[in-house]
């Protein structure tokens, strides 16, 4: 086959390059087709030819056949020509490029002629031609277009014509091939006379001509970027701007002509502009645009471009801003509310926030908000003043409402009444909340209410958990007929968010429920340091820290202690994921275990670092000396109680059992102020020992009773175990000021003036003490009444409250008595000298 198309080539190029000489060899076979470049699909004949002459056929029999490449095709002979000739019809040619050639059946078969065919499209018009002027140095004036949709096969020439108004100025550009754009210089048109334009395709099967363009060079101008000079507020008019600008250096000279012109807008504090281009048609550079219909008090950001008549638009231009004149706020606040309670100051705090309503217009850039207890706010009702979003002030008195309103330099806005409600916390609307990544950066919070509940409305509350300040939380109120509510992207990726929804009653705010939220998560970026904590037996307690916030990514949904033995036995333990802590059980003291972390959220999981443990074996000597220690430390302690409960060392025993103390036996003219901190009980002497009371009080009384008062005293004589707390202070015992102690007063003396006033004439009253503590180690039920003087025949005053048994005689002269036996009387005296 190869030798077959060699021979082919061969012949090919010789039928080309004809004989140059006399006696050349000439070809075996003379081949003809109807064409040589045919439209693809069409039919294709060819007759051959060989010649009488040919040394491949002389003496021999001749059998013609046509291959079409490598395929062999059914021929026929002519009729009217000898064996030596053959015709073929291809009813379809469909190769683009191909082969015919006329072989003679031999062994190999051989090639005696051939031709080549190629087939393809005529060309088809050219369509969207356009053309472009460029007015930057130097002018030129570029034309493009579209060569078609089909492939011709064929090589095609494109040309450019032009023709200059009415003139007889025509051009002509050839393209090189491939080529479907082309630049006119600024020699080859007119800016402003018109010039018509096309295109015309050519091939071996026929050409095509586009539709004609005609055109004013100028009006198919791209300009450049406009400038904008200056954008300033209008004096006296409310919301315009005005906007003065200029072309660009090289467009310069067009400032006379009228020109179209598109301005942009967009606020300082959107990320967006204006969909809707405000279009200035027919207007000179040298002249300002003035902009209305403006937002008072707004910084507003404009970019223009421009173009003449309908030439394609400039780029837009650089930004500049301008202020419009400012106004009162107008318009109502959106506000939200929460209590507190704070134990420092034992009071409840209103956190109040608000954000702007769609009416609401702030009409300045400075803009601060007043919090009053007072729908006309003066300095005197005035909670709070900030340029925040949200206040904090005490719970006004009886939950009253608050005044919110908006102030600028011009003025100030209707205020907005905000009703404080309490937190109904048997009010429970909300049983599920769900919170799913919605778009790019934003949530969607739906939940479900109970059926019994019937909320008016609800509020979807969000902040930042990372972020503390409360100027981060944002708010959102719900219709009660919706469950869900799209947030749209302003979360940051990988960070958790805290979100509440709160139902809200007519008479007050239920509780809320409230989840934590992430727009996309990831793999934690830390894994916790296991730690062991003990080990027993067999066991052995892991526990680890939580994650810092800021470092977990997602929520944490599972921890899991993977450990192995030596043998590779390999155990997973998932952990609980609020106690930190986990017990491997069943571990072999035999063995040395390896073990790690595995931190998991709904965005990935990250292992942590490996440990190694092994668990102690619990021999015989330890169990002995633990058991040793016990039993020396519990005999001990029995040694020491049964030493103290049999020892006869008083003063061990006086400190284990201590003596209650007598007041009938007491003898308080014997204190000294040396002598009562450290005194104790003496056990050798027969005779009772004196016991020195804790202290004695004096309390001091009006001196004239009102008749109430009087009662009051006389009806609860009997009852002063509350009279325990000295008023003025006892001067006999140092160091007492009157103070809670633990002991109780068995007397207490009360003077009917304070205790530095001079004597009274009246008696003092001395009210007993109701104490339930026995007084004696006997089984006396109470000391006696009265306190008598055996040296004495006649009876003394009682000193433990009234007593008609025991009366003192008529006529007997109180300064009489001899004060030395009397210990109570004897403090008496003593506090009365001092007095003096």
């Keep these: ?220 101008a791209k300009f450049d970027p406009p400038k904008i000079v200056m954008v300033e507020a209008v004096p006296k008019r409310y919301g315009c701007l005005k906007l003065s600008w200029s072309l660009s250096r090289h467009q310069a000279w067009m400032h006379d002509y009228r020109l179209n012109l598109e301005i942009r807008l967009k606020t300082a504090d959107s990320g967006r502009w204006r969909e809707q281009a405000i279009l200035v048609s027919r207007v000179k550079s040298t002249r300002p645009v003035n902009l209305c219909r403006l937002l008072h008090g707004t910084q507003y950001f404009a970019q223009i471009r421009v173009r003449y008549q309908q030439s394609p638009w400039s780029e837009w231009s650089s930004s500049q801003s301008g202020v419009t004149l400012e106004s009162a706020p107008a318009g109502r606040l959106d506000s939200w509310m929460k209590l507190s309670r704070d134990h420092m100051h034992k009071q409840l705090n209103v956190h109040l926030f608000w954000k702007p309503s769609k009416q609401f217009r702030a009409n300045s850039q400075n803009v601060s908000y007043i919090v009053s207890a007072q729908k006309l706010s003066g300095e005197k009702g005035r909670l709070c003043t900030t340029m925040g979003n949200y206040c904090t002030f005490p719970l006004p008195k009886k939950g009253k409402p608050v005044y919110l309103s908006a102030v600028n330099a011009a003025g100030k806005s209707s205020p907005t009444e905000v009703r404080i409600y309490h937190k109904k916390v048997a009010h429970t609307a909300i049983s599920e909340v769900t919170v799913v990544p919605h778009g790019d950066g934003g949530l969607q919070v739906q939940w479900e209410h109970l059926d019994v509940s019937r909320p008016t409305g609800y509020v979807v509350e969000w902040r930042p958990l990372l972020l503390s300040d409360e100027s981060f939380y944002k708010f959102e109120t719900v219709d009660r007929n919706h469950s869900s509510l799209v947030i749209p992207g302003s979360f940051e990726p990988y960070k958790p968010y805290e979100i509440s929804v709160y139902p809200r009653f007519k008479d007050g705010i239920g509780f809320p429920h409230t989840v934590h939220a992430y727009t996309r998560q990831k793999a934690p970026a830390m894994v916790p340091k296991i730690k062991i904590e003990k080990t027993w037996k067999s066991h052995i307690e892991l526990t680890w820290e939580e994650i810092p916030l800021e470092q977990r990514n997602g929520i944490i949904q599972s921890y899991k202690i993977i450990y192995w033995d030596t043998k590779g036995h390999i155990n997973v333990v998932n952990a609980d994921l609020k106690e930190r802590r986990v017990v491997l059980k069943d571990l072999s003291s035999l063995a040395l275990y390896e073990a790690f972390m595995m931190v998991s959220t709904f ?234």
């Design 603 to 836: 965005g990935g999981s990250l292992n942590g670092s490996s440990i190694h443990f092994q668990i102690e074996p619990f021999d015989t000597v330890t169990i002995v000396m633990i058991v040793t220690a016990s039993g020396v430390g519990l005999s001990l302690l029995v040694i020491i109680m049964v030493m103290t409960c049999f020892s006869n060392h008083k003063r061990l025993k006086g400190r284990f059992l201590p003596v209650v103390p007598d007041p009938a036996n007491s003898s308080i003219k014997r204190w000294t102020s040396d002598s009562t901190q450290y005194t104790h009980p003496s056990f050798d002497s027969d005779e009772p020992n004196p016991v020195y009371l804790s202290h004695l009080s004096f309390l001091d009384i009006p001196k004239k009773l009102s008749r109430e008062e009087d009662d009051l005293w006389i009806n609860h004589a009997g009852d002063t175990s509350d009279l325990g707390e000295s008023i003025c202070g006892s001067s006999l015992i140092p160091g007492y000021s009157g103070s809670n102690s633990d002991s109780v007063p068995y007397a207490t003396v009360i003077f009917s003036g304070p205790c530095s006033s001079p004597s009274p004439t009246e008696p003092h009253v001395y009210l007993r003490s109701e104490s339930t503590q026995p007084l004696l180690e006997t089984d006396e039920s109470c000391s006696p009444k009265c306190y008598q003087n055996m040296a004495a025949t006649a009876t003394e005053p009682c000193f433990f409250g009234s007593d008609h048994d025991c009366v003192v005689e008529e006529g007997a002269d109180p300064a009489a008595i001899i004060w030395d036996d009397f210990p109570f009387l004897r403090a008496l005296a003593m506090n009365d000298m001092q007095n003096d």
């Design 1 to 220: 086959m190869i030798s077959s198309w060699v021979s082919v080539i061969v012949m090919l190029v010789s039928c080309v390059n004809g004989t140059g000489t006399e006696g050349a060899i000439q070809p075996c076979a003379k081949i003809q087709a109807s064409n040589s470049v045919v439209p693809l699909g069409s039919p294709v004949t060819a007759t051959c030819v060989i010649r009488d002459d040919c040394l491949q056929v002389v003496g021999q029999g001749v059998q013609i056949e046509w291959h079409l490449g490598s395929e062999i095709i059914p021929s026929s002979p002519l009729v009217s020509e000898s064996s030596k000739a053959s015709q073929v019809v291809v009813r379809s040619f469909n190769h683009t490029r191909a082969f015919l050639t006329c072989c003679i059946q031999a062994s190999p078969t051989q090639v005696v002629g051939g031709v080549e065919i190629r087939a393809g499209y005529p060309p088809e018009p050219p369509q969207n031609l356009s053309c472009q002027t460029n007015l930057t140095t130097p002018n030129t004036l570029t034309c493009s277009w579209d060569p078609g949709q089909q492939d011709t096969h064929l090589f095609t020439q494109f040309s450019l014509h032009t023709k200059i108004g009415d003139s007889n100025e025509n051009y002509t550009y050839k393209l090189p091939t491939g080529t479907h754009r082309y630049i006119i210089a600024r020699s080859g048109f007119v800016l402003f006379s018109e010039i018509e334009i096309y295109v015309k395709a050519v091939n071996e099967l026929g050409e095509a001509t586009s539709a004609h363009l005609t055109l004013e060079p100028v009006s198919v």
